[in-house]
């Protein structure tokens, strides 16, 4: 089974409205991160949002959120009032297990289009 | 405070010959993890240094091996090199101060070398 399922392949959304990209994840570890990362033409990983499985709010970042459903196992990201600039490759992303480790598995990824 | 850093940005090489790339972490950060990313298998996991050591390590041949010196720089090396393996090689760093903390967990990556095989 995969660990992260991003079921979006593609998203369209018009200039400052609200999007979110859907992300769930499968684990058995009780402590564990989710990441959601973003991936312009240029190959650059931009960092997002990081929310720890312990985290009792929701990630927040500027016009980032992660919407964190533990018992759903599922970390969606929210981006408010998109902006052009925002059309890029997105990644979903878990780290299992202890701190000490920081190995990422990613999904597939959704291709998020921002039209004017 | 500078980004991760990655050279060289492209790199084209042939059928059984190796390869070296290279990996400066954010100043202050120790741990320092390499990705490979490709269209059919999008990103996996490589490897991660910590204080010089190898922590972990993900499926992948032992042509792959890399390591990190004393300044927490990295580098990756591919040797006997395979068509396979062209791909975009990511790095990525991370405080990993052991205080906890959610920036310590946050993993920042560089722009990548696109590695060509030919």
């Known amino acids: 089974a995969q660990k992260i399922t991003q079921t979006q392949p593609g998203m369209f959304v018009q200039e400052k409205e609200a999007v979110t990209l859907d992300c769930t994840y499968d684990?058995?570890?009780?402590?564990?991160?989710l990441f959601w990362y973003k991936q312009p033409s240029s190959g650059e990983m931009i960092f997002l949002i990081y929310?720890?499985?312990?985290?009792?709010q929701n990630a927040t970042e500027g016009r980032y959120s992660l919407n964190f459903q533990k018992a759903r196992k599922s970390a969606n990201l929210v981006i408010s009032a998109s902006q052009l600039g925002d059309s890029a490759m997105y990644f979903c992303?878990?780290?299992?297990?202890?701190?000490?480790?920081?190995?990422?598995?990613f999904g597939s990824g959704t291709r998020l289009q921002v039209q004017p | 405070k500078a980004g991760v850093t990655q050279t060289p940005r492209y790199l084209i090489k042939t059928r059984g010959q190796q390869v070296t790339l290279s990996c400066s972490p954010i100043s202050g950060h120790r741990s320092v993890s390499w990705y490979q990313q490709t269209p059919g298998q999008g990103l996996q996991f490589l490897f991660e240094?910590?204080?010089?050591?190898?922590?972990n390590k993900g499926n992948f041949p032992g042509r792959f091996s890399g390591r990190q010196f004393s300044n927490s720089r990295s580098e990756m090396n591919v040797s006997t090199l395979e068509l396979g393996d062209s791909a975009l090689y990511l790095c990525?760093?991370?405080?990993?101060?052991?205080?906890?903390?959610?920036?310590?967990?946050?993993?920042?990556f560089g722009s990548g070398t696109q590695l060509s095989v030919l």
């Open positions: 992303a878990m780290r299992e297990g202890l701190t000490g480790r920081r190995a990422l598995t």
């Open positions: 684990t058995s570890d009780q402590s564990y991160g």
């Open positions: 240094y910590f204080s010089e050591t190898q922590r």
């Open positions: 929310q720890g499985s312990y985290d009792e």
């Open positions: 990525a760093s991370s405080l990993a101060s052991g205080t906890g903390g959610r920036d310590n967990e946050k993993l920042f």
